[in-house]
């Protein structure tokens, strides 16, 4: 171990032309800022994962929860979409389930006053499996 932190910072976006990838840029730079840090981006449009559960873990899903057991945190950055997350986050967390346990995650959400509802939508997921902390800040830009 190199005694650093590794983060895995998660898009929660998969929609073509998607602002995700900007505040993801955004909350990554800030990690890899900090010498303390490594960063892990995971982005759910550039993984090959299946559309729907299937009984068997694939090869690409067994490399995701190789790499959410790997970190020591999590960011995930989300938009709201109609008063919640998207899909492909919600299946990205759903997959994955001894990997997430007692690891702190924090959540980047956006979109407006709504983003607040992505972001107590994903708490109720995250306080059954992960430590949380809030804090609210104002504009990103």
Known sequence: ???????????????????????????????????????DVIDPAVLALPTRHER????????????????????????????????ALKFLIDSVYDEWQA???AFVSYGGIPAGCALSSSCVWCSRNCRRYHQGYGKLR
């Open 1 to 39: 171990m190199n005694g650093k932190i590794n983060v895995a910072l998660i898009y929660g976006s998969t929609r073509e032309g998607r602002f995700c990838g900007e505040v993801a840029r955004w909350a990554g730079a800030q990690i890899a800022s900090r010498s303390e840090f490594t960063l």
């Open 56 to 87: 068997e873990d694939g090869a690409e899903l067994i490399a995701l929860k190789q790499r959410i057991g790997q970190a020591d945190a999590f960011v995930v950055v989300t938009p709201e979409y109609n008063h919640g997350y998207p899909a």
């Open 103 to 105: 690891k702190p995650v």
